[in-house]
């Protein structure tokens, strides 16, 4: 990932073979939702803060739920990954 360059790429859920893409975003300097899953009426979304440092926050019907601060890109949107694969592992699923 090359965080110097204008262009930043975000590894988001694609559900297909590699179960990862990549999103080009002309500037990173916008809040970016990284995942979206649901299970029955519930829903839920990753969104990646970039700042001095990364913030990942995570929302549940509407609400923010938890924020953290990672010093880099790379580790906020693991932890991201991480608590969508907890998730799924609950019965989440992919919001269409």
């Known amino acids: 990932m090359n965080l ?3 262009v930043a790429y975000l ?3 694609d559900h297909g ?3 990862v ?3 080009g975003m002309k500037e990173y300097d916008e809040p970016t939702v990284v995942w ?3 299970r029955g009426r519930s829903v839920a979304h990753a969104t990646i803060i970039p700042g001095t440092q990364t913030t990942v ?3 549940f ?3 923010m739920d938890r924020v953290e601060n990672y010093d880099s890109l790379d580790l906020a ?3 991201a990954e991480q608590i969508r694969g907890i998730l799924e592992r609950e019965g989440w699923t992919p919001a269409e």
């Open 36 to 38: 979206r899953l649901k």
């Open 77 to 79: 949107v693991a932890r």
């Open 4 to 6: 110097g360059a204008s």
């Open 61 to 63: 019907d509407g609400s």
């Open 57 to 59: 926050s995570w929302f």
């Open 11 to 13: 590894p988001v859920p």
């Open 21 to 23: 893409k990549s999103v």
């Open 17 to 19: 073979d590699s179960g």
